[in-house]
């Protein structure tokens, strides 16, 4: 925990009132990343803006999108989110391509400095 906590702080310059998004699924990953940050929010009083993705495409993402979104009210978060509905098959490339440029929107929404969905890897 300390090594990924020590590893935001070297690669980010994050100060007081900054706007961090991060892609967060709900999952173990993207839920540990987001925990971390609001440990290190203690450090640094930063926005961390919860952006989600619901694909649509199983079960499971509406209670996805329930569970994150309930989180981030709990603990006083921005929640953002987007709901696909696709026109053509869906391609783990159309998904890509779309989650990104939501990402991007939301990045401008709040003149974010940072976007910590690629940090997953390093849990």
Known sequence: ?????????DNTDLKSDDYVVI??????????????????KQIVDFNIVCAHVHHNIR???????????????????????TKFSYEEKFTES????????FFNKIINKYNANTCLQHIMVMI
């Open 23 to 40: 892609g967060l699924s709900g999952g173990p990953d993207s839920m540990a990343l987001l925990n971390l940050l609001v440990e290190y």
């Open 94 to 101: 159309l998904g890509h391509k779309m989650r990104y440029e």
């Open 59 to 81: 079960e499971e993402s509406d209670y996805e999108a329930e569970f994150v979104k309930k989180y981030c009210e709990k603990n006083n978060l921005i929640f953002e989110m």
């Open 1 to 9: 925990m300390d090594e990924v906590l020590n590893y935001i702080k």
